[in-house]
């Protein structure tokens, strides 16, 4: 049985990560993977409470995770139907390009830690195309917001989906993560952006000669700060509300989320049904990317099956025997291995996505062994979002862009996978720097 599962879940993970060559959804797939793994346990097992047991347990965790990003994806869309983001966009204003890629780069980082990496990543792309005319510099400008971003995400609880997990799980606590990570996940944005912007000194911007509006329809500038400053109030208070009540996040930002949706309404509350419509959180869920929360369900209860089946466990134990150094084990989890053969780049550990790498190592390694706030979980929460902007499909925020600005994968790791490798590993490097100086 457990042969059979590993295979099954191996074919699996080899279908999401090449999900672009093969042009199969890589929802499709995890669902399928996981309705085989789940289907084979079953049958193998025969104890029937214990499966309905297992399989309850499993589903409660995952629904917290997806709960969660349904309630903060639906907030976002909310404010960007309000435009609110111009409170930010419309303030940036340079004419050289090196300036606005240390402004940008800033802006995406911070923004990230207080929404998340894939958001934040539409978002400034779409700010990009306000500012920038020629795509040569857009692609450039993307690569950046895709590092920014992930760094970003990487030591707040709520800005990446790994970093999600593991504080969902009860692996990493808020004030704890935040002081562990974000000097080295600053480190590992500032040295690509700074090579970059060196690369790129003397060189004007070119701005669009015309600026268009996606759906034609304008808010008051009240309404525009109120929802974007009560969505990221919300978001930005789910942390102390966990803290404060005890209750799960996705609690939290469900709460959050019916008192934005009061307000919306009571805001546009006499105006035109026509009119009001594309502001309502009933147009906002419409909008929200329920591909990516099904492959969330799917990749979960995946990976369940491996920790119900104690493979992760052993996993675990043989990775200690044969590396012996946590940090060591941590930085291949995180990274995706490239090399050269014969002068073509070849991914070796198949185009890794970060969630299922994170979902698997949680259930690699207990709480009991390795409790919460333990370096092997903030190093993880490092090494996994930052390690995703390596390759450009590593990660939410990369795949966002390779569709936002049709990048090519083989650009990205030409011009771009170099400089987030460089900054991996300084990030890392002051991470165990400051680990042993600070115990």
Not at 156 to 170: A, E, N, R
Not at 171 to 181: E, R
Request: hydrophobic share 55%; aromatic share 10%.
């Amino acid at each position: 049985m457990l042969t059979t599962i590993v295979v099954i879940f191996v074919i699996a993970y080899a279908a999401i990560a090449l999900e672009h060559p093969l042009k199969i959804n890589k929802s499709a797939s995890a669902l399928i993977g996981a309705g085989l793994l789940w289907t084979i346990y079953s049958l193998s097992i025969g104890d029937t409470h214990l499966l309905t047991e297992q399989l309850g347990e499993s589903l409660t965790s995952t629904a917290q995770i997806v709960f969660f990003l349904m309630g903060a994806m639906t907030i976002v869309e909310v404010v960007d139907a309000h435009n609110g983001f111009e409170v930010i966009t419309k303030r940036i204003r340079t004419t050289k390009l090196s300036s606005l890629m240390w402004l940008v780069g800033f802006v995406t980082f911070f923004l990230s830690a207080i929404l998340d990496n894939l958001t934040t990543t539409i978002v400034m792309i779409s700010l990009m195309r306000k500012l920038l005319a020629k795509h040569d510099d857009r692609l450039f400008f993307a690569g950046i917001i895709v590092i920014a971003a992930n760094s970003g995400g990487a030591w707040s609880p709520i800005g990446d989906v790994t970093t999600t997990m593991l504080w969902i799980g009860g692996q990493i606590t808020s004030l704890a993560i935040i002081k562990a990570v974000i000097l080295p996940a600053l480190v590992s944005m500032i040295v690509p952006l700074a090579i970059t912007a060196f690369a790129l000194r003397g060189r004007e911007v070119v701005s669009p000669e015309l600026i268009e509006n996606e759906h034609g329809l304008r808010t008051t500038e009240f309404e525009r700060s109120l929802m974007f400053f009560m969505g990221l109030g919300i978001l930005v208070a789910v942390p102390a509300f966990k803290t404060i009540t005890h209750l799960p996040p996705f609690m939290g930002i469900l709460f959050g989320l019916g008192i934005l949706w009061l307000v919306g309404d009571l805001v546009h509350r006499h105006k035109e049904d026509e009119f009001k419509q594309h502001f309502t959180l009933v147009h906002a869920l419409s909008r929200i990317d329920m591909s990516s929360l099904v492959f969330f369900i799917g990749i979960l209860l995946s990976v369940a099956i491996l920790e119900h089946t104690h493979i992760l466990t052993s996993l675990a134990q043989w990775l200690d025997q044969a590396v012996g150094r946590q940090d060591v084990i941590v930085l291949i989890i995180g990274i995706v291995i490239v090399v050269s053969i014969g002068g073509i780049v070849e991914i070796v550990s198949a185009i890794v996505d970060n969630v299922p790498l994170v979902a698997a190592s949680m259930g690699m390694y207990s709480l009991t062994s390795y409790p919460p706030d333990h370096f092997l979980w903030q190093f993880l929460a490092y090494c996994a979002g930052t390690g995703g902007s390596i390759l450009i499909i590593g990660s939410a925020a990369g795949v966002a862009a390779m569709g936002l600005e049709k990048i090519h994968f083989f650009w990205y790791v030409k011009k771009i996978s170099g400089l987030a490798l460089i900054g991996y590993f300084a990030g890392a490097g002051v991470y165990l720097v400051q680990l042993r100086l600070l115990g």
